[in-house]
């Protein structure tokens, strides 16, 4: 059974005209999926009788709740998700061999709401200090499963309703490239859920497939840097051997900033490895004339669970706040935007760089 989630207007019209409606009940079908949301053909009241048996017996809506939930002391929410990226599958496909699961972060606040999605289940960047990266690769996502982490925690949280997107949960979002693409296509199209781009950050490590975003998506961009040098970089992170740092930069630098659209570079600290003033100097002349900010996040050394599951994690001793407190003053102080980030669920391993499906034991 073919899933309708994910279809852009086009695509509905050809489906409506397939079963025999006319085409403009397409653009019906995109608003009962993005704008009402149903996960019935049923509720698709002003479909008539006949065409809503036709979409019964050739498809499926493709909306799926959690499995499992778990919530941390500072009111951050984490969800398990079970997909098959290979082929997306109904609910009564559930549970058979190919299933996968995937974590998606619900990051409450005072006057906000964010929601951080996974674009892959797992990721095949390597990343030695990234616990998901342990988890190995199982597939991309279909544009279906990236938008049902997105609709389903949205009607979980209400009323408290997402202001939020940020894709930054397992996978590597530009590896995913047309999917990512066609779920921001319909996350911001009038005819679908008409969110402005400004409100979805999407992450990458840097790799050549950003292109393709920087030119056919308005949305803000976040690049994972962690190191300025190259050959620092490359041991920590393989994706540098893809396309190095100075590439990415370079390919930045020939886009238009100054507007409402953002770029930021996503900066983990650790001790004497990248917080050192040498780095700092070498943060500024990279990024010199381009209009962005560094986001220094503290990494997550202390919590048990990564220490057990991943060795690497004890060669990255983590900045204390004073050096962290340092790096930031001077690098604002030189004309680079700098903030030092909260970190929100890390009891519960949501926070940046800890999505391992922990709550898939047992499972």
């Known amino acids: 059974m073919e899933v309708l989630l994910g279809k852009t207007l086009p695509e509905l019209q050809e489906v409506a005209v397939s079963i025999g409606l006319p085409k403009f009940a397409g653009k019906q079908l995109a608003e009962w999926l ?3 949301r149903v996960r019935t053909f049923d509720e698709m009241t002003n479909i008539s009788l006949k065409g809503r048996e036709a979409l019964k017996a050739n498809y499926i809506i493709g909306r799926h709740a959690p499995v499992r939930e778990a919530v941390s002391t500072d009111g951050t929410r984490k969800y398990l998700f079970a997909v098959s990226p290979a082929n997306p599958f109904s609910p009564s496909e559930r549970g058979q061999e190919g299933v996968s699961f995937i974590e998606t972060v619900y990051i409450p606040e005072d006057d906000r ?3 951080c ?3 892959q289940a797992g990721c095949k960047m390597g990343c030695r200090f990234c616990m998901t990266g342990t988890l190995g690769f199982h597939g991309h996502l279909p544009a279906s499963e990236i938008l049902n982490q997105i ?20 996978g590597e979002p530009m590896d995913n490239i047309d999917q990512v693409l066609r779920s921001l296509e319909i996350m911001t199209a009038p005819y679908a859920c008409a969110w402005s781009p400004k409100r979805i950050t999407v992450s990458t490590v840097g ?17 994972s840097m962690h190191n300025p040098f190259a050959v620092e970089r490359a041991q ?7 396309m190095s740092i100075s590439d990415v930069v370079s390919l930045l630098k020939q886009y238009d900033w100054s507007h409402q659209r953002r770029i930021s570079f996503e900066y983990i600290c650790w001790a004497g490895k990248n917080d050192t003033p040498r780095h700092a100097k070498e ?6 004339g381009l209009n962005c900010r560094i986001n220094l996040i503290r990494f997550h050394e202390g919590v048990e669970e990564v220490a057990k599951t991943n060795i690497e994690s004890r060669r990255f001793p983590a900045s204390d706040e004073k050096q962290m407190a340092w790096f930031q003053e001077y690098l604002s102080s030189n004309g680079l935007t700098t903030t030092i980030r909260r970190s929100r669920g890390e009891d519960i391993l949501a926070a940046c760089g800890m999505l391992v499906n922990a709550l898939n034991e047992g499972a």
């Open 283 to 288: 943060l500024l002349r990279l990024l010199k």
């Open 236 to 242: 920590i992170m393989p994706a540098e051997k893809l």
């Open 151 to 170: 609709f389903e925690i949205d009607a979980l949280v209400s009323p408290l309703s997402l202001s939020n997107l940020v894709y930054m949960g397992e």
């Open 117 to 119: 999605v996974s674009t």
């Open 207 to 223: 790799i050549p497939a950003m292109k393709r975003f920087l030119d056919e998506s308005e949305c803000h961009l976040a690049v």
């Open 113 to 115: 709401a964010t929601l």
């Open 34 to 36: 993005y704008v009402r």
